[in-house]
Each structure stands twice: as structure tokens, then as C-alpha cells.
């Protein structure tokens, strides 16, 4: 089930990557999610919690997580913007997010969604089966630092499955703590949030959007995996897309 619900995760996200173009509004963005939900037969894993209205999570450069699709927010040629979608197939959720690119980006974009994407398959390969859950967290923080970002320490990753939140959280900082031991089976939604700045954060006056305080650019990806005795297993994959900037781009 896990498995059905984050590879349609995949599939709507590889579809609304090739909608990406300066002009598109996010809400548009927003419907198309939702019609593909229809089409899959699956419900969103975010419209309604906590009362967050909308399908999806759109965030342009210096917003974090959490934008909010809106038919007067557009997307311009050097923008760069992080979809989060979740789904949920019969009672179990799948949870992903990339970054993109909106035609050429600057320097300082690219090396960023570069560094976080590497720090996410970095942390995810630390998902095994007898480690420490910081491990994970040690991972992403190490590669995002030693490469001149900072990783966004107000949010974490979680574990998944029957709710879309569940123990533990999956810091992608080193907060002093061990964890819990992993243990074959789990499933964790493992996604590094990075600035090209500083890491601490801002919430708009709506109680959703997340910004960077000092407006530095900010990247989001995420995998939803399961612990595994020899390598971790990607749940958020669908055939020719990984959540990859480059594949999308290609």
C-alpha cells in the first residue's frame, strides 16, 4: 500500500513538473494536481489538514514549505519552486517534494536544488536497518554545510504511513539526540529544507508560508523510503522520474 501511494505520489509530481513554465500560476498548478488525484482515485494528503486549503504545496525561492497555490501568484523566468504534494491510497500516504527550475536560473539557484538534492540522497542512504536515526540527520547537515548553505532547523522530516505525520521526526540537523535505532519496516519521509542564506525562518500573516528571514532562496526535496537491512528502498519513485531537478529539466 505504501508502496501504490508513493509511486502515484511520483507519477503526479513527474506530471506537473512538465507544466513548469514562466506564466503558470500556481493555483493552475493546484487543479491539475487535483485532477490527477481524481484520475488515480486517490485523495490529497494535505487539502483539509489543519485547514490548509489547497492540493498541493507551491513555494517560490525565498518560501520555504507551505506556499499556497493562489491564481495571482505566477511563475517568472528564473524563479525557482519547490512542489510538495502527498497522497493517500487506501489509508496510507506517500509524500514528496522537489525543487525546480523556471528556464535558466542563477548561479547561486543551481548550486543550491544541487546540494539539496545530493543532502536528501545522502540522508537516505543512511536509512539502514541497526543505525541511529542521526545518522540520517548528520548526513544532510555535513553536505548542506560544508558546501556553504544552511539546513532550515524549525522543520523536520517525519515518519509515515496510516497518518501523513507519525514518530519520529527526522531532523536534517544534528540536535544532540541519537534518535531511535531504525528498524526494518519503518517509513520515513526524509526531506532537507536549505537556504542559500541564513536557516532561521519566518511565517506569513496567512499561518502557512514559511520564508526565509533574511529572503535568501530556500530548496525542499523529499523521498517518503523504508528502512532496510542492506540498502533503503525509495517509495516515491515512478518509471524515468526520481524527483531529479536534472531529469526534470531533461
Known amino acids: 500500500m505504501m508502496s501504490k501511494a508513493g509511486g502515484i505520489t511520483a507519477q503526479i509530481l513527474a506530471s506537473l513538473a512538465e507544466h513548469l513554465a514562466a506564466g503558470v500560476s500556481t493555483r493552475q498548478l493546484d487543479e491539475l494536481a487535483e485532477g490527477m488525484m481524481k484520475d488515480f482515485g486517490v485523495q490529497s494528503s494535505f487539502r483539509g489538514f489543519r485547514g490548509y486549503p489547497s492540493t498541493i504545496c507551491a513555494s517560490i525561492n525565498d518560501v520555504v514549505v507551505h506556499g499556497i497555490p493562489s491564481p495571482d501568484t505566477r511563475l517568472n523566468e528564473g524563479d525557482i519552486i519547490s512542489i510538495d504534494l502527498g497522497v493517500i491510497y487506501q489509508g496510507y500516504h ?58 532550515v532547523r524549525a522543520l523536520t522530516g517525519h515518519g509515515i504511513g496510516k497518518s501523513m505525520h507519525e514518530d519520529p521526526p527526522v531532523p536534517n540537523f544534528d540536535d544532540g539526540s541519537d534518535g531511535p535505532i531504525l528498524k526494518r519496516g519503518m517509513t520515513l519521509a526524509i526531506e532537507p529544507m536549505v537556504s542559500s542564506g541564513g536557516h532561521e525562518v519566518v511565517v506569513d500573516p496567512d499561518g502557512w508560508t514559511v520564508r526565509t528571514r533574511d529572503g535568501s532562496l530556500a530548496a525542499h526535496f523529499e523521498h517518503t523510503i523504508v528502512v532496510e537491512a542492506a540498502r533503503p528502498r525509495i517509495l516515491t519513485l515512478s518509471p524515468g522520474f526520481a524527483g531529479s531537478t536534472a531529469q526534470a529539466r531533461a
Do not use: Y
Not at 545530493?118 to 544532510?140: N, W
Open 94 to 151: 506517500g509524500d514528496m517534494a522537489a525543487t525546480f527550475p523556471i528556464g535558466k536560473i542563477s548561479a547561486e539557484a543551481e548550486h543550491l536544488l544541487k546540494v539539496t538534492e545530493e543532502s536528501r540522497a545522502l540522508g537516505i542512504a543512511q536509512a539502514l536497518a541497526g543505525r541511529p536515526l542521526s545518522d540520517i540527520s548528520k548526513a544532510v547537515q555535513d553536505h548542506v554545510e560544508t558546501n556553504g548553505c544552511s539546513v
